[in-house]
């Protein structure tokens, strides 16, 4: 009995068509990395203040700058181990009755009572009009802030058990559908909401359907190209995410308004739409839902596209329904066996190790310094050489030593880091970005290291489950970040090392799988060995009937 990956051996592994399917699907990451990362510039937070309309209009009058206004009416704070004007509070009293003129240089406010503020706030824009300031979510208000980013994970945790399920039942083709469908009507809803309730409706939305389509995009790419093609088709297909990433602030510098900033980000997934008419489902989803004539019409008329044809007539093994029928998939089957639960777990705690440091070092570090357009493409530009690090690495030495590496580099780094000190800033930002790069690289590796150990008739649900862990991760990073360094403020980073290194060391415990065919059974998972004998057999066959071909065309011609 032929394999799919026969098949695909005749079609071609990655010829014209599947370029094609490869250069439409990662467009798809473009407008993602807005999706993920665009509350750095939507929900700016800029300098502000209380606002006294007294204060407002001596300020108008007398022809003073915001920096004296402020230094004259504004009470001061202890804030991050230095005295500053306050942003939440103000005096009590009538400015109208006091000593302050337009020549006045200081007054004595000592005594004077302070409240929090009771009108609203003024704002320092620098050019941008944020959520914050269209929505005054700043001082008691400003966990909200944090809620539009948490409301797109737990859009993420939904969307990933839904959309992993959903695909392995129903297919790629069609989760892909309503994936764009979802992510077109959420993201242009989200620009024009009128208040902030509905602002995080159509945010869980969004993050519902934008990651499962994503993560249903990603499985479909690596189950219709050949295993030698694999690594380099995801990592590339990530590595479109820190295009997007680098687009992002020239979008964001440009288009000031976050509402036409959101309708920039949400309208590709309109175009998205007409995909459904350009790429196919998945053949080998197909063979493992015992559609075997389904997937040969597909294959075929990919083979035409590669300008191929098939020579011979495939017959696919029958998958029993525990073995290749998605419509009996479920959790259980993650963790049923020994080996597809060491697997489920050792991914999980990765997916999660990955989401909690990438964002705390990114939190962490300050790059540049201040200009938020800089410090985010310098911080884009940092996950390029990790992408080319991974394509140079995982064919000559294998996924599981380079994977388990870049985790321990990055722990080491966020130990060293915790110990440099604070006027060697330099030194420490440096140090900091190695372990960026090396987070980095772990992250895009976890994803098709994932896609390489689960059977095809689960894939999607195994990577949907184990990556919601990322969305976890993503969750508590900032609250590890935060709070931790009120006690000591390089804490989080030894938080940081001792998770990665974990991490790194259980990534040891994974099979190597370069080189190997994707596992169409749960039985190609659980005795790993007799799948190699089986595929050395088949290799055998193929060569003796090359030279029994070979005989017999000699015999003739003679």
């Not at 959309?163 to 993201?187: H, P, T, V």
């Not at 580099?409 to 372990?435: L, S």
């Amino acid at each position: 009995m032929a394999t799919f990956d026969d098949l695909l051996e005749e079609a071609g592994t990655f010829g014209r068509c599947q370029k094609r399917i490869f250069a439409l699907l990662c467009l798809l990451s473009l407008p993602f990395a807005g999706v993920y990362v665009g509350i750095v510039f939507q929900g700016f937070t800029p300098d502000h203040w209380c606002r006294d309309h007294a204060v407002v209009e001596r300020r108008q009058a007398c022809g003073w700058s915001l920096a004296h206004s402020r230094r004259l009416t504004l009470p001061q704070v202890n804030g991050s181990g230095a005295v500053q004007l306050s942003s939440c509070e103000q005096y009590e009293l009538d400015w109208n009755s006091t000593s302050l003129t337009c020549d006045s240089q200081e007054l004595d406010l000592g005594g004077v009572p302070v409240s929090t503020c009771k009108d609203s706030w003024e704002y320092q824009y620098e050019g941008r009009k944020s959520f914050v300031t269209e929505f005054d979510l700043v001082c008691e208000d400003g966990w909200l802030v944090d809620m539009y980013q948490a409301s797109l994970n737990v859009g993420f945790l939904a969307g990933s058990f839904a959309f992993g399920y959903f695909a392995d039942r129903f297919g790629r083709k069609i989760s892909f559908l309503i994936s764009n469908i979802l992510n077109a009507i959420a993201g242009l809803l989200l620009a024009v909401a009128p208040n902030y309730i509905s602002i995080l409706v159509f945010r869980t939305v969004f993050g519902f359907a934008v990651k499962g389509g994503w993560m249903t995009s990603y499985v479909l790419l690596t189950e219709i190209v050949g295993v030698e093609h694999r690594r380099t088709v995801g990592i590339l297909y990530q590595m479109f995410f820190s295009v997007g990433v680098l687009l992002l602030p020239l979008l964001a510098y440009f288009i000031t308004d976050w509402r036409w900033l959101q309708v920039v980000i949400s309208a590709p997934y309109v175009l998205f739409l007409s995909y459904y008419w350009f790429i196919p489902e998945s053949p080998r989803w197909l063979v493992s839902q015992n559609n075997s004539p389904r997937a040969l019409e597909i294959t075929e008329a990919m083979a035409k596209e590669n300008k191929r044809k098939l020579t011979k007539t495939f017959e696919f093994q029958t998958l029993s329904s525990e073995e290749g029928d998605s419509s009996s998939a479920s959790l259980l089957d993650l963790i049923r066996t020994p080996n597809m639960r060491k697997h489920t777990f050792i991914l999980m705690f990765n997916w999660f190790t990955s989401a909690v440091v990438y964002q705390g070092l990114i939190m962490r570090v300050g790059i540049a310094g201040g200009n938020i357009y800089i410090d985010f493409l310098i911080s884009g530009l940092v996950e390029f050489p990790a992408a080319f690090l991974i394509l140079f690495t995982i064919e000559r030495v294998g996924r599981r030593l380079p994977f388990a590496a870049a985790n321990i580099v990055a722990g080491a780094a966020c130990f060293i880091t915790a110990f440099i000190p604070d006027h060697m800033f330099w030194w420490k930002t440096a140090v900091a970005c190695v372990g960026r790069l090396g987070i980095t690289m772990a992250f895009e590796m976890v994803v098709f290291v994932n896609t390489e150990l689960y059977p095809t008739f689960v894939r999607n649900l195994g990577v949907s489950v184990c990556s919601t862990l990322c969305d976890v991760g993503g969750i508590v990073a900032p609250f590890l970040l935060y709070r931790l360094a009120v006690i000591w403020l390089e804490l989080p980073l030894i938080i940081f090392g001792a998770v990665a290194f974990v991490a790194g060391g259980l990534v040891l415990l994974l099979p190597e799988t370069r080189g190997v065919p994707l596992p169409e059974t749960i039985d190609d998972i659980e005795f790993p060995h007799r799948r190699k004998e089986n595929l050395l057999e088949n290799q055998q066959t193929k060569k003796l009937l090359k030279s029994d071909l070979t005989s017999n065309k000699e015999t003739t011609s003679v």
